[in-house]
């Protein structure tokens, strides 16, 4: 049962385009939404974060929108780099950064 | 330079061995955690700690087994029982509360 869902396995974009990269979730009870970034061979970085009391959280080229109604969020990154192409994986909690429930990410393709 | 280090980055096991995966952070964070990553699947969460001398079972503890006997270390056993063990698992801490996680670099396990 897979309570954190990321059905893009893979999207390619533009240098200096947006690239939107959702996430769905099925437990209402979860309040803490991340985003991380992960190169081959290594451990994931932590780019942004979203409690259940905002809809919106911004850091440089990075936004992340939570639509709690239709338990959905995504992150926009704005304009994108060839340095962005990884793996983003969301992440979902209920007890504010513990015990994180992972998406299946999505590899992310910045074209020159 | 703080931070979280997991070694060895590869390691192999023969059938019917135990094997210890160490985890080290200088972050002087409360909680640790340990994931495994299979391919085209997120992250799963096998054990976390949120404080020295205890620990609790994440979603697929069978086959492990860890110990938090220092607040900086969260080694990780992969014992015999553990049916299908080659995959990359990853260390995590973060302080308690409303704090992301940090990532080791992982360590590859493969059977021989």
């Known amino acids: 049962d897979q309570q954190v869902k990321q059905n893009s396995p893979s999207l390619s974009v533009q240098e200096g385009r947006i690239s939107i990269l959702n996430c769905d979730y099925t437990?209402?009870?979860?309040?803490?939404f991340l985003w991380y970034k992960k190169y081959p061979a290594e451990g994931p970085t932590f780019l942004i974060s979203?409690?259940?009391?905002?809809d919106k959280n911004e850091d440089g080229r990075f936004t992340v929108f939570l639509n709690k109604s239709a338990k959905h969020l995504s992150l926009h990154i704005v304009p994108s780099q060839p340095g962005d192409s990884a793996v983003y994986f969301c992440a979902a909690s209920m007890e504010y950064g513990n015990k994180l429930v992972f998406g299946a990410g999505t590899i992310l393709r910045v074209k020159s | 330079d703080g931070g979280i280090t997991q070694s060895p980055k590869y390691l192999f096991r023969k059938e019917g061995q135990n094997v210890t995966l160490s985890c080290e952070q200088n972050l002087n964070h409360d909680a640790m955690y340990w994931y495994r990553q299979d391919p085209g699947q997120g992250l799963r969460l096998i054990y976390y700690?949120?404080?020295?001398?205890?620990?609790q079972k994440g979603d697929i503890a069978e086959g492990y087994s860890v110990s938090r006997e220092k607040k900086e270390s969260f080694p990780l056993t992969v014992t015999s029982a553990q049916k299908n063990p080659t995959a990359f698992y990853l260390c995590?801490?973060?302080?308690?509360?409303?704090?992301?996680?940090?990532f080791g670099d992982g360590t590859r396990l493969s059977i021989l």
């Open positions: 979203i409690s259940s009391i905002k």
């Open positions: 700690s949120q404080i020295v001398n205890d620990f």
């Open positions: 995590a801490s973060s302080l308690r509360g409303n704090q992301p996680q940090h």
């Open positions: 437990n209402s009870m979860f309040d803490y």
